[in-house]
């Protein structure tokens, strides 16, 4: 089956898309899910460009822009990092609303895979009221490891699932 979408390395002359893409998908999707006042919050907190220039050349993570076809406008982004060899952490697994539900999100999971053969295990953590991404990870094989809650100050919480991924033994 042909390559419907393509994953592109993300740099920091990328932050202004990353950020764009963020506010568009975050606004669209979890003020029902934690509230306006905490995705307004987490915005600031996590996609401020010194943020996002701090994750990509501090903390490890390694950002990937997702495209759709022959399209120079991204659709989504993902940012993963290793923890141990084979073990690797997405922090981030975004796609436009209007781009779910078509198959691309486990394309775009694939391909990441497709970028890190060694990954024995992927994790993430996700809203635990978030079924609908919940699901998601459920279909591409991911399971839930353990409930956590993080205070992220301010009063706000994430009260999470850490879900885990295992490459099928051969």
Not at 38 to 48: D, F, G, I, P, V
Not at 82 to 96: D, M, N, S
Not at 102 to 112: D, H, M, N, W, Y
């Amino acid at each position: 089956m042909p390559k419907r979408i393509s994953l592109a390395p993300a740099t920091p002359n990328d932050i202004p898309a990353l950020q764009a893409l963020a506010h568009r998908i975050w606004w669209a999707h979890y003020p029902p899910i934690i509230g306006e006042a905490q995705t307004a919050y987490m915005l600031e907190r996590m996609y401020s460009a010194e943020a996002l220039r701090r994750q990509m050349t501090e903390e490890g993570a390694q950002f990937w822009l997702v495209y759709a076809g022959q399209s120079d406008t991204p659709i989504g982004f993902v940012a993963i990092s290793q923890q141990a060899p084979g073990q690797y952490f997405i922090h981030k697994f975004y796609l436009e609303a209007e781009q779910q539900g078509k198959g691309l999100g486990a394309e775009t999971f694939e391909q990441l895979l497709e970028k890190y053969p060694d990954a024995r295990e992927v994790r993430l953590t996700v809203n635990r009221q978030n079924y609908k991404s919940i699901n998601f990870y459920f279909k591409i094989g991911f399971r839930i490891e353990r409930c956590v809650d993080f205070d992220i100050g301010n009063g706000f919480f994430m009260n999470d699932f850490v879900m885990c991924w295992r490459r099928p033994s051969v």
